[in-house]
Structure formats: structure tokens, C-alpha cells
């Protein structure tokens, strides 16, 4: 389609340069935050890697963190640090990423989709009993869009059958559930420092947790397996150098101008939340008047830092597909995208044996949903903008 033929039906398109769904924030104090290490003896395994452990760790009140490559690299080492191994099974939502699934394949284990609440479009705990046996070891539960999943739910599961929580928190820090920070709850919490999220380290992760022997494993595998931790060691150090590889790990670690970064961008993070929830707030005020536009349903619980701000298309009330006003959105200069292709689509997991109706809310979500742009440095003309896209498009295709 000829989306800018597409504007057309409009006139003139809403915007005459694009506004993208995401972007990164970086400012002249994170510039010199990392030049400063640039210039300094240590680019990696330096101080700042401590220093944004302990930062990111007071942030969401967890006892400790262990920062890592990106946020893939910390769902992999929180399924190693549970000893994952083929014939287990572990629950999550197809809602999401590829990396919540890939994780739990990566270990040999047996990924389990659960459906999503189709209010929320989090996971559904009652489709999580469903999915049980007596080879199920965790639950990956991932905060989609930024919204806390139902905790107090989840957790009693895990209690009643013997299993691990895992938080697939990508799209989270900033948020609380039940006034407690997203990173203190789960028995580990994995985030993303991708440019996209709330804020970034170019690339980067990390894992939090109040387990000490958690803890003490994610430093493990996030190292190559290998430990100068003279109480792990097999016999005496040999001295100064010393070191045992005790584990098969891997390369996961972060850089010390990443760190700096992240501990830069740290220091603005309630501003970068605040800023999230003026532009979500007044997407709501605007949107939730359209009747061709479903809004996500927010739990109470949830006092939400939002990574994404995500429609739903009434299709029964427009005369077009998803794509078609999509496109036309792409005309007016305003460019959404589609979180998220459920996972278990993808030929990967087809072949694996994995079949389309699996997860009914989930796979009639995705035939409607489109991405806002949302991000801290828009202005409010960017977001009125975007609503007025919103509108035009809706205009055109309004069916009555």
C-alpha cells in the first residue's frame, strides 16, 4: 500500500516529520558520565559495575542485583541460577518477547504458554493452574506493557506447588504493586536496558532478588561459571590470580561505560516515570471517549511506570483491517508498532509442535492491537499528534 498516497484521503498529513513509538533520552550528564570512564583505566570490570549493582538494588528495594548484557542474557542466567534442565516445564505468556520463551528452550526445558486476561493482557493466573503437572519448575511471568502482574495470585500458586516466580520485568522498573517496587517481589526479577525502555545502557540488564544463594549464582553464570569465592573453590588459592571454573557460564557480563550510563540514567528515572504517566494519562482522557478504541484495563495494584501504551482495535466498529490503519497511521507520520506477534507463531516453536489456538485471548489480541508512541522526550504536540492521527484515520474509517 502507498501510504503516503494513503494520507491523501486526509489532505495534508497530521505531521510532517515521524514520530516513532520509542526513544532513548540521553543527555550532556550521561554523555560525560561515560566519557568519563572512556578516559579513565577501566572500560570493563570496573567500579561502576558495583556501583549500578547497589544503585539499581536501593531502587527497587532488593537486597541484591547482579547487572548483565541485556535483558535476554538475565532471563537465561535466572533460569540457570533454578538448575532448568531438560524434561522440566515452566509457564509464560505468549504475549511477549521472544526472549521470555527462548530463555526456558536455551536451559533444554519445555516452554508452556498459559493465556492472558483479555482485560489486562497480562498473564491469567487461572490459565496458569490449568497448565501445571508434576513437571512444571517456574513461572515466568512477564509485566506487559509496564502493568504489575496479579503478585498475591501468582505467589500463592507457587507456594501451593513447589515453584519458582520469576518476574519478566523488561517492561517495568518504575512500577509497584501494592506500593512495593517491581524488583522486590518475585524470587527473581529480570529487566531490559534496551534504548526503547524507561531508561538504557545502550544494551544492558539486569537480575534482582532477596535470595543469597540466588544471588551467588547469577554472579556464577554470569561469569563464564568461574568464581575467586575462596568458600565455593575446590582447594586453597594459590594466590592473588586464582580462580576455578565451577560451571558451565557464560560471557554476560556489562561494560563499566554501560554501568555508568545506567547509573546516570538511575538518577532520572522518577522524572522519566512521571513523564510516562502525563502522556499515558492523556492518551486515556482522549482515547477512552472513541468507540472504536478498547483501552488496557489496569488492576488496581498496579501503580504503573507504562513501557508501551497499547489500543485495541473495535474492528466490528471500522471498515478496515489492522494493517490498513496502521498504514494510514504511517502516512499521517506517526508510526506505531505491534507488541507482540505471539511467540508461539514463530516457525521455531511451529516446528516444536506448537499450534495456532493454543491461547485464544492472546491470538485475538494481536489481530488488533497497535503501539502509541510513548517515550519521555515527546512533547505534549507530539502526543497531540498522535491523537489527532488517531482521530483522522478513525474518521476515514469509522463504519457508521
Not at 535466572?78 to 528452550?105: H, Q, W, Y
Not at 478504541?293 to 488496581?300: A, C, N, Y
Not at 513501557?307 to 466490528?316: A, D, F, G, K, T
Request: charge should be negative.
Amino acid at each position: 500500500m502507498d501510504t503516503e498516497k494513503l494520507a491523501l484521503f486526509g489532505g495534508k498529513p497530521v505531521r510532517e516529520t515521524n514520530l516513532y513509538y520509542g526513544h532513548q533520552w540521553i543527555s550532556e550528564e550521561d554523555i560525560k558520565a561515560v566519557e568519563d570512564v572512556l578516559r579513565g583505566n577501566f572500560i570493563t570490570c570496573g567500579p561502576n559495575v558495583e556501583k549500578a549493582e547497589k544503585r539499581l538494588a536501593e531502587y527497587v528495594n532488593a537486597k541484591y542485583s547482579v547487572v548483565v548484557s541485556n535483558g535476554t542474557a538475565a532471563l537465561h542466567c535466572a533460569c540457570m541460577a533454578i538448575g532448568l534442565k531438560p524434561g522440566d516445564e515452566v509457564i509464560t505468556t505468549p504475549m511477549t518477547f521472544a526472549a521470555s520463551a527462548n530463555c526456558i528452550r536455551f536451559c533444554g526445558a519445555t516452554v508452556v504458554f498459559a493465556d492472558i486476561d483479555p482485560g489486562t493482557y497480562n498473564i491469567d493466573p487461572e490459565r496458569i493452574r490449568e497448565k501445571i503437572t508434576e513437571k512444571t519448575k517456574a513461572i515466568i511471568a512477564v509485566d506487559y506493557t509496564g502493568q504489575a502482574v496479579e503478585h498475591d495470585a501468582i505467589r500463592k500458586i507457587c507456594n501451593e506447588h513447589g515453584l519458582w516466580f520469576i518476574e519478566d520485568a523488561a517492561h517495568a522498573i518504575g512500577t509497584k504493586y501494592k506500593k512495593r517496587p517491581v524488583g522486590s517481589l518475585a524470587d527473581m526479577t529480570c529487566f531490559s536496558f534496551h534504548p526503547v525502555k524507561t531508561i538504557t545502557s545502550g544494551e544492558g540488564g539486569a537480575i534482582t532478588t532477596n535470595d543469597e544463594m540466588l544471588y551467588k549464582k547469577l554472579v556464577l553464570y554470569h561469569a563464564h561459571g568461574i568464581t575467586h569465592d575462596t568458600e565455593w573453590m575446590e582447594k586453597e588459592s594459590e594466590g592473588h590470580w586464582y580462580y576455578e571454573m565451577l560451571d558451565l557460564g557464560f560471557n554476560y557480563m556489562m561494560t563499566d561505560f554501560q554501568a555508568a550510563l545506567l547509573c546516570s540514567q538511575l538518577s532520572k528515572i522518577e522524572a522519566f516515570s512521571a513523564r510516562r504517566k502525563e502522556i499515558s494519562e492523556y492518551y486515556d482522557s482522549e482515547l477512552s471517549k472513541l468507540p472504536e478504541i478498547v483501552l488496557q484495563k489496569e488492576i488496581p495494584d498496579s501503580d504503573t511506570t507504562r513501557h508501551l501504551y497499547v489500543v485495541q482495535l473495535n474492528l466490528e466498529k471500522l471498515r478496515c483491517t489492522r494493517r490498513e490503519f496502521f498504514d494510514a497511521m504511517c502516512a499521517e507520520h506517526v508510526r506505531p508498532q505491534v507488541h507482540y506477534i505471539p511467540v508461539y507463531y514463530f516457525p521455531y516453536y511451529k516446528n516444536l509442535g506448537y499450534k495456532r489456538g493454543l491461547c485464544p485471548n492472546a491470538e485475538r489480541l494481536y489481530e488488533r492491537i497497535l503501539s502509541l508512541p510513548l517515550y519521555p522526550l515527546m512533547t505534549g504536540d507530539d502526543a497531540s499528534d498522535t491523537v489527532k492521527a488517531v482521530k483522522k484515520v478513525l474518521k476515514h474509517y469509522r463504519s457508521t
